[in-house]
């Protein structure tokens, strides 16, 4: 028996990375999973290896969230967990960053898991309730200067989660934020990347396994939270140790 038998869960960004870790662990512990993302190749690969189903979806398009979310249900049930995983982040300071990455940003990260939650979270209610989970960021809980438009977009969706869990808490829809710290991709894997996390409490990059158990933890036992933040950076919200 897994926590989650009989739950659907509608990953997004779940061909790699965080969202690829999340999908299989949520598969594993028994969920029928809905693997969306633009990456057709690595989706459909994904899903195949863990047993799940991949819709395209292109998050900043609502268009494509009512039919994904109308074939979800219709294939494998109504979704009772969703994971607003899909994210990009660009570097630029203010006076740096242009109108047009802004806005690309905000689409993705902001835009993006508010379709999601619009969308999906009526069948949740009607399923007797749900979880949603925001992946956010570290640098929507600290000042994070030189990635002006990723910053803000992930203190919105932070704020947003707040305002769901209100929204949503008599339709027995608990909703939370997930902030990662670095985590090890094929992007950050550098000698840069690791300089980086050299000072943090825990001097290492994250694997996006470790994310995962804890997008599972708050699916299916931090069952007295919502509204909160999650947090799983290394200790840097906390702060540096010089270590020379």
């Keep these: 028996m897994g926590k989650l038998d009989g739950r659907v869960a509608l990953v997004t960004g779940a061909a790699r990375?965080?969202?690829a870790a999340s999908a299989a662990l949520l598969a594993a512990e028994g969920a029928r999973v809905a693997v969306c993302d633009i990456n057709e190749a690595d989706g459909k690969q994904l899903?195949?290896?863990?047993?799940?189903t991949f819709y395209r979806l292109d998050v900043t398009d609502e268009n494509d969230w009512a039919d994904a979310a109308a074939g979800i249900s219709s294939d494998l049930g109504p979704v009772t967990v969703l994971v607003n995983n899909a994210g990009v982040g660009t570097g630029g300071t203010i006076r740096d960053t242009t109108t047009r990455d802004w806005h690309r940003v905000m689409a993705i990260n902001v835009d993006g898991p508010f379709f999601g939650m619009r969308e999906v979270s009526p069948q949740m209610a009607e399923a007797g309730g749900g979880v949603i989970v925001n992946v956010s960021s570290v640098a929507g809980?600290?000042?994070s200067p030189g990635i002006a438009a990723y910053s803000a977009?992930?203190?919105a969706l932070r704020g947003l989660?707040?305002?769901a869990a209100?929204?949503?808490a008599d339709d027995n829809i608990r909703v939370l934020s997930v902030h990662p710290g670095v985590v090890r991709t094929p992007i950050t894997d550098s000698d840069f990347m690791r300089e980086r996390?050299?000072?943090r409490p825990i001097p290492r990059q994250g694997e996006p396994e470790e994310l995962a158990k804890m997008v599972l933890f708050c699916v299916a036992d931090a069952t007295f939270s919502t509204g909160s933040e999650f947090v799983a950076d290394g200790g840097h919200a906390t702060g540096s140790i010089n270590r020379g």
């Design 141 to 143: 809980l600290v000042g």
């Design 153 to 155: 977009s992930k203190w």
């Design 166 to 168: 209100l929204e949503f």
């Design 17 to 19: 990375g965080i969202g």
């Design 161 to 163: 989660t707040k305002v």
């Design 47 to 52: 899903a195949e290896s863990i047993g799940g």
């Design 197 to 199: 996390v050299r000072n």
